[in-house]
């Protein structure tokens, strides 16, 4: 049942019966598209556009040399751009796994095992959802300098590598497959590691998705670690760069932060294109449930 309506939301052919939402959706999508066309827009505008009045969404004389720019100016740093994107990739891809890893296990134990302290540690998660990055900021720094992580890789990817509002996501999937399913891999003689294998992981795959999704557009975006724990200017992060630009002359730094803008945005439309299916098959699964 739960699968025919998720087909009805979420439907994989056109039918006539869905020309009337289209009429209302199209001209909603090409409002909600116009940010990312301006954003386009402006990586490509020459300086007399960006700063042009009114301003414009679309570029009537593209150039390539915001880019150049952008490229020359790392390297007149003593760090090239792309190393700033490699730091990023590996930083945002380690995290993004052990997130993962650590949100599934930790979802199966809190709907699916019975202990004592369940209910607190749940708790204890739904009050994590309330707090903002920068008022844990001084306990996250005490954590990372007695662990002796302070100006390492491990330094980036400890703050993250646990997500509340992932783990919630999650776990209210997990809550939805029936027990009978566990009970009787467990009398079939499957422990633990194989039921999550081989059920609780291919049955949760749309809230793995968009687990997936929040995590890496928070890692990615995230410039905290590289301020509070990374002196090494080797071991900071795209986002770290993109920030410091035009610090000292905004106005002749706008095509080069318009174009880091767009390489920061490109990744995270590429993960959202990937996994869209798997997100929208969540947002109907929590719908219905």
Same mark, same amino acid.
């Given at each position: 049942m739960a699968n025919f309506q998720g087909n009805r939301i979420n439907p994989s052919r056109f039918s006539k019966s869905?020309?009337?939402?289209?009429?209302?959706?199209?001209?909603?999508?090409?409002?909600?598209?116009?940010?990312?066309?301006?954003l386009f827009g402006q990586a490509f505008k020459p300086l007399g556009e960006l700063f042009r009045f009114p301003p414009t969404i679309f570029v009537h004389n593209p150039t390539l040399d915001n880019f150049r720019n952008l490229m020359n100016l790392a390297g007149s740093t003593g760090i090239p751009m792309s190393r700033?994107?490699?730091? /990023?990739?590996?930083? &945002?891809?380690l995290t =993004?796994?052990?997130?993962?890893?650590?949100?599934?296990?930790?979802?199966?134990?809190?709907?699916?095992?019975?202990?004592?302290?369940?209910?607190?540690?749940?708790?204890?998660n739904q009050?994590?959802?309330m707090f903002i990055a920068t008022a844990v900021s001084i306990p996250r720094y005490l954590i990372i300098v007695n662990l002796g992580a302070y100006n390492t890789w491990f330094a980036h990817i400890l703050p993250l590598i646990a997500m509340p509002v992932g783990l919630f996501l999650v776990k209210q999937f997990v809550d939805g497959i029936p027990d009978?399913?566990?009970?009787?891999?467990?009398?079939?003689?499957?422990?633990?590691w194989v039921i999550l294998r081989k059920i609780i992981i291919p049955l949760a795959k749309p809230a793995l998705?968009? /687990?997936?999704?929040? &995590?890496?557009?928070? =890692?990615?975006q995230n410039v905290e670690t590289s301020n509070n724990y990374i002196t090494s200017e080797s071991l900071r992060t795209l986002t770290y760069y993109v920030g410091s630009i035009g610090t000292n002359n905004a106005v002749a730094a706008a095509g080069m932060s318009a174009a880091a803008q767009l390489v920061m945005f490109i990744p995270n439309l590429i993960i959202f294109i990937m996994m869209q299916s798997k997100v929208m098959n969540t947002m109907s699964h929590s719908g219905i449930k």
């Open positions: 869905q020309i009337k939402f289209h009429v209302i959706a199209f001209p909603l999508s090409v409002l909600m598209i116009l940010p990312v066309v301006f700033y994107f490699v730091n /990023s990739l590996i930083v &945002t891809v =993004v796994v052990l997130n993962l890893i650590i949100t599934i296990m930790a979802a199966y134990v809190f709907s699916k095992k019975k202990f004592k302290i369940r209910g607190a540690l749940w708790e204890i009050m994590a959802l009978a399913l566990i009970e009787a891999a467990v009398v079939d003689g499957a422990g633990d998705a968009t /687990s997936v999704v929040l &995590t890496f557009q928070q =890692v990615w």
